[in-house]
């Protein structure tokens, strides 16, 4: 079993920048699929940036690349997502995801754990 804990989230201005954090406990991410999804209210839950553990490799979702960059300390146990420039089309609940193996892709079901969920709030 792998809980996960995210941090960070606020309410900020358009432009501003948040990092938040996803804290692992009960096994370490090493051998995980890391990743970050979002949910808007009365929308689903969207796929925003993953980290592999298997190719080191990145994923993001199109509107949020160049501005969002997802990073993990496997020492920690920790996976991040710093966030430039945001945008009120970014306000969501965001959700830190672990995928064991070489599971964990663009969608959801691909995931065995989820945190509770950080809000970000961005006001024009």
């Known amino acids: 079993q792998v809980q996960l804990v995210e941090s960070g989230g606020g309410l900020v201005q358009t432009g501003d920048s948040l990092r938040l954090s996803c804290a692992a406990s009960g096994r370490t991410i090493n051998y995980y699929t890391m990743a970050w999804f979002r949910q808007a209210p009365g929308k689903e839950r969207d796929f925003v940036a993953l980290?592999?553990?298997?190719?080191?490799?990145?994923d993001y979702l199109d509107s949020v690349k160049g501005r969002f960059t997802i990073s993990r300390d496997n020492n920690k146990s920790t996976v991040y997502l710093q966030m430039n420039n945001l945008r009120p089309e970014d306000t969501a609940i965001y959700y830190c995801?672990?995928?064991?193996?070489?599971?964990?892709?663009?969608?959801?079901?691909?995931?065995?754990?989820w945190g509770q969920g950080t809000q970000v709030t961005v006001s024009s």
């Open positions: 980290s592999r553990w298997s190719t080191g490799s990145t």
């Open positions: 995801a672990a995928a064991g193996g070489l599971k964990g892709s663009v969608r959801k079901d691909s995931y065995d754990y």
